[in-house]
């Protein structure tokens, strides 16, 4: 007959078995899947002020690594613009005890936005360049980044610096993002260009030479790592659920590619720590668009 302890040990490792679960389980009850009832948008929506761009390879069918490379930035800023658009059509309209998780949403909105320019003129930029080699190909593009930096700047201040949730004047945040979003959308489209008309440089490399590897290497890896860089826990949701896989007949249905298993953890496993911010997306989490959270009850717009 087993004795007290050994009820006792048995009881606590059945405990101590049950935590990863009641874990896993807490977290996919605040999971975006759980959480939000996807309702297609009848009222303003995430693709304007800032108009979304038209991918190269959707527009020219070509193929080559530079407008493969192209088309996979501008999905990649299509959920930046996105992710604008969203915070400009709700910031006046979000109600007080909204306030805190659309202020975790900007601020990630922020990060992912920072952390993509500083990647690009780190990383990407300076590889391109040296398998061109051409220090000159982003010469514009480094200007332009410098023009909407200050805004940018301003933008994470004020945010940042609030003492209360409560203090958060939507009008306010909606004048400081006036400052910096003409040149912040010209740079985002014109980047696209830049690199798509890299094809046609002189020193393009040509498929089937080690440079041509290298280069298809250098997209690959950087665009694989540029969004989970900037934070697994927010950035990553955040692209995620501003990423309208519908748009261009269905053709980026599946991008970025992954395992579906990664895709559903990215969203609803790493997502739920902040799951309260993620009401505030344009997308619910099939890639779907939906409407705006704060613009439910906005009888016009």
Same mark, same amino acid.
């Given at each position: 007959?087993?004795?007290?302890?050994?009820?006792?040990?048995?009881?606590?490792?059945?405990?101590? #078995?049950?935590? =990863?679960?009641?874990?896993?389980?807490?977290? @996919?009850? %605040?999971?975006p899947?759980?959480?939000?009832? *996807?309702?297609?948008?009848?009222?303003?929506?995430?693709?304007?002020?800032?108009?979304?761009?038209?991918?190269?390879?959707?527009a020219?069918?070509?193929?080559?690594?530079?407008?493969?490379?192209?088309?996979?930035?501008?999905?990649?800023?299509?959920?930046?613009?996105?992710?604008?658009?969203?915070?400009?059509?709700?910031?006046?309209?979000?109600?007080?005890?909204?306030?805190?998780?659309?202020?975790?949403?900007?601020?990630?909105?922020?990060?992912?936005?920072?952390?993509?320019?500083?990647?690009?003129?780190?990383?990407?930029?300076?590889?391109?360049?040296?398998?061109?080699?051409?220090?000159?190909?982003?010469?514009?593009?480094?200007?332009?980044?410098?023009?909407?930096?200050?805004?940018?700047?301003?933008?994470e201040?004020?945010?940042?610096? #609030?003492?209360? =949730?409560?203090?958060f004047?939507?009008?306010? @945040?909606? %004048?400081?993002?006036?400052?910096?979003?003409? *040149?912040?959308?010209?740079?985002?489209?014109?980047?696209?260009?830049?690199?798509?008309?890299?094809?046609?440089?002189?020193?393009?490399?040509?498929?089937?030479t080690?440079?041509?590897?290298?280069a298809?290497?250098t997209?690959?890896?950087?665009?694989?790592?540029?969004?989970?860089?900037?934070?697994?826990?927010?950035?990553?949701?955040?692209?995620?659920?501003?990423?309208?896989?519908?748009?261009?007949?269905?053709?980026?249905?599946?991008?970025?590619?992954?395992?579906?298993?990664?895709?559903?953890?990215?969203?609803?496993?790493a997502?739920?720590?902040?799951?309260?911010?993620?009401?505030?997306?344009?997308?619910?989490?099939?890639?779907?668009?939906?409407?705006?959270?704060?613009?439910?009850n906005?009888?016009?717009?």
């Amino acid at each position: 007959m087993a004795g007290p302890n050994s009820t006792s040990s048995s009881t606590t490792t059945t405990v101590l #078995l049950s935590i =990863p679960f009641l874990i896993v389980a807490l977290l @996919l009850i %605040r999971a975006p899947t759980f959480t939000m009832t *996807s309702v297609a948008p009848t009222k303003a929506w995430a693709d304007e002020p800032m108009k979304l761009i038209t991918t190269p390879q959707y527009a020219t069918k070509k193929t080559d690594i530079f407008t493969s490379g192209a088309t996979h930035m501008a999905l990649l800023h299509n959920s930046i613009f996105r992710g604008y658009n969203s915070i400009y059509q709700q910031a006046a309209h979000v109600a007080d005890q909204d306030k805190a998780d659309f202020i975790g949403y900007c601020l990630t909105w922020y990060r992912f936005v920072k952390s993509h320019h500083d990647d690009e003129e780190q990383s990407l930029f300076p590889k391109i360049e040296d398998l061109l080699q051409d220090k000159t190909v982003f010469e514009e593009t480094h200007k332009e980044h410098e023009a909407f930096l200050p805004g940018l700047a301003e933008f994470e201040k004020y945010l940042g610096g #609030l003492k209360s =949730p409560n203090d958060f004047s939507g009008n306010e @945040l909606l %004048r400081i993002m006036g400052t910096f979003q003409d *040149s912040f959308s010209d740079h985002f489209h014109n980047e696209i260009s830049t690199i798509s008309k890299l094809s046609e440089h002189a020193n393009a490399p040509k498929e089937g030479t080690p440079e041509h590897t290298a280069a298809v290497t250098t997209f690959k890896t950087w665009g694989k790592a540029t969004v989970t860089k900037a934070g697994v826990t927010d950035c990553v949701p955040f692209f995620l659920l501003n990423l309208d896989r519908t748009v261009e007949d269905g053709m980026w249905a599946n991008w970025p590619p992954m395992p579906a298993p990664i895709k559903w953890g990215l969203v609803n496993i790493a997502g739920a720590l902040h799951s309260g911010w993620w009401k505030f997306s344009s997308c619910d989490a099939a890639g779907r668009p939906k409407e705006l959270w704060a613009l439910r009850n906005v009888d016009k717009l």
